[in-house]
């Protein structure tokens, strides 16, 4: 499966990653897999590391109309993405600036980065204690 999760619940944190080539429906399918959980409110780390795609502007802009209607009905929490290629980089940065008000996005070329980020954004749970 080119994206799979697990969920850290000591955190409330999913941890997501990207193999193989990814495509628009790979994307889209991790997109709804949360939906309607009660892990969907918590923050999300996508990393893309090795990964390939055959994404492109169209999907991403699909991606983003499917992410705007799934944020009607359910709020959405932040994802930071781990992204080191150019192109991954250059297509989640087009998703971040296409969503920056339906959800806080970060868009980061190394996962300690992101992990930080995420650490540090306010009102994110961060442990169980």
Sequence with gaps: MPVSYFVN???KRIYSRATGTVTY??????????????????A??????GAESDINADDIKALVKERS??????????VAI?????S????????????SE?????????SADAERWLDGLPGIA???G
């Design 102 to 110: 339906i959800r806080p996005i970060g868009v980061f070329r190394a």
């Design 69 to 78: 209607q799934i944020a009607r009905v359910q709020e959405a929490a932040p």
């Design 82 to 86: 781990v992204a080191p290629s150019d």
């Design 126 to 128: 961060n442990s169980a």
């Design 44 to 49: 999300e780390l996508f990393d893309t590391t």
């Design 25 to 42: 429906i790979d994307l889209r399918e991790h997109m709804l897999s949360e939906f309607g959980k009660p892990t969907a409110g918590y």
């Design 88 to 99: 991954f980089y250059d297509l989640f940065g087009m998703f971040n600036d296409l969503t």
């Design 9 to 11: 619940h000591e955190k």
